[in-house]
Every structure is written in structure tokens, then in C-alpha cells.
């Protein structure tokens, strides 16, 4: 419906060979993952870097007194931190202030009994590993979005294994991106009263827009009485439930879902082949 993701990225050609080198953003450098990586940009002379930690000290590994190289403090969970990191960057780097590379690093699991966890626990796994994610690339688009001399950017969502596969213990940490019964379309009142709609974005208004675009396909889909009946999905499940077979963990519900989830692991699988020697890393496989 809206391909995208369909030409290669190119990282600006004037940032890394011009000395207008590219700005790096790092959540979460103060130790492992996103430490190295803020070591690593630090140590390219053309780069630049925003390194950010819940407790700027801990970025002391870093050098001092280069103006590429600033240390931010920055709490994912909190949106006054997540502007007041984004309002010091703009400050600092004054009128070239831009992003090209997003690191979405901060992150953490949260482990153990599914039952025994609190309502703080779970919801602060949330705060972190989702929403946090989720105020920093906001930002960060629009940053990019609004640079007068460049196209778009680079963001990196370090995910995880654990949301593909499942392992004992993590309930909360898989939830950021796990289902179980995935439906396509049902005609209840998910479209009405179960949906809250995003006041809309001034920049995103165009007809042609994907998100625009697909609320059209919904409307009309709507229009035309599309969609799977609420009895039909209560009639599957119980036949999974009763059948005697393998409860499967994955169950796609409806010709678009079972279509459109095995075209994304066809898809996924020619993604892996092509990034089979990078990913390695070294190491056989
Ligand atoms: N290590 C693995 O095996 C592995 C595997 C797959 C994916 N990952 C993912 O990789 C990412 C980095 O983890 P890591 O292995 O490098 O572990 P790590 O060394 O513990 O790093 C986690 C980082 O996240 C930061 N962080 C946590 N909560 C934050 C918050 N509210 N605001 C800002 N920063 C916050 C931590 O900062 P503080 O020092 O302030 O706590 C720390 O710098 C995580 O998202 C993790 O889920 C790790």
C-alpha cells in the first residue's frame, strides 16, 4: 500500500568526507551498548556527537573541551527532559543544529515472575523501553524533518532477539513487541469508540501522506461493511482452544492477516540473507 524503506540510505556524503560530519544523538551512553558507540563516534574526527546519560557523570570516558562532543543529561521517562536535551543541543550547535543518526539505546528488561510484577514495575518497563523511545524519535523527526539543507536521517531502534522470540520471564520486556492472536479487520467498535485520533500534524496534512492514505482505505473499508465478524474470531478461538492440538503462538486471524504476516516474514527472511556477512560479524554461521 505505501512501500516504503525502498531506496538505499546514504549517509550525507559532506558530513563524513566534507568535515561537515554528521550528528550523532545516543540515548542511554553511559555504559555498555550506547557507550561504545558514543566512544566510537567520538574517536572519528568528522563527527559529532550528542551523548546523553540520566547522569552526565557517567559520561566522563568521554573527551572534554571538543566542541563535536556534547554531554547531555537526559531521563527517556521524562518529556521535560527529553525538550530540555533537545533545546541544549539546538543552543549549542547553534544555526547547524541537525540530526542524521538517531542510537534509541536506553533501554532495560524487566525480568521475572509475569505475576509477582508491580503496577509501578511494568509500567515504568513502558515509560523506558516504549514511550521513551518513543518522545526521542518524535523529536528527533521533527529535527530532521525541518533541516533546510538535508533529507531525512537515520534512527536506530535497538531492539531486541527477545522481540522475535520469546524466553521465560520477560513478559513486559517481549510486550513492546509481541502479540499473540493477531486479527485484521472486525467489525466492532475499534474504529469508533476504541480509537483516539492524533490531532493532526500541520506537516502530515496531504492527501497523499501514508497516514492519510490509509484513514482513507479505512473509511471506505468502513463504507463498504469490510471486515471479519466479532463471532467468527470467538468461533476460532474456541476451536483452537478445544481442537487438541498445539496452541500456536502465533495466529494470524483473516486472509489479510495471515497474507500480509507471512509476505512480512518472506520479507524478513530476503533481509536476513542480504545482511548475512554483517551480521555475522566475524563469527561463523
Ligand atoms: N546486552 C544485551 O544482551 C542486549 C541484547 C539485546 C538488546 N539489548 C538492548 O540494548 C540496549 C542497551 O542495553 P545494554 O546491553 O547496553 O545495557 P546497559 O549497559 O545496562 O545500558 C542500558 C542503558 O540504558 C540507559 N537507561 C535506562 N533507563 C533510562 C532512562 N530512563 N533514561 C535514559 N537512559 C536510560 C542506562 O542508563 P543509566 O546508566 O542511567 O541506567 C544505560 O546507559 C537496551 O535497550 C537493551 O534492551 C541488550
Known sequence: MNPVNTEP???????TWLGNAALKHITGCSS?????????????????????????????YLPEDNANILKLALDVTSVNSVNAAFAAAAKHFGESFHLDVVVNNAGYSLSGDTEGATEEEMHQEMETSFFGTVRVTTRSIEVMRQAKDRHGGLIFQISSLAGLC????HAFYHAINFCIVEPSGVKTSFEGHSKAIIKPHPAYAGADMPARKLEGYVRQGLKLGMGMEPSAIAETLFKIASREERIPLRLPLGAVSWKMSKSKFQTLLEEFDAVKDVSAMGEPL
Do not use: E, M, V
Not at 520469546?166 to 520471564?169: E, H, L, Y
Open 166 to 169: 520469546a524466553f521465560p520471564g
Open 32 to 60: 555498555g551498548i550506547g557507550r561504545a558507540i558514543a566512544s566510537l563516534i567520538a574517536s572519528k574526527p568528522n563527527q559529532r556527537i550528542i551523548a546523553t546519560a540520566r547522569n552526565p557523570a557517567d559520561l566522563s
Open 9 to 15: 540510505y546514504k549517509l550525507p556524503g559532506d558530513a
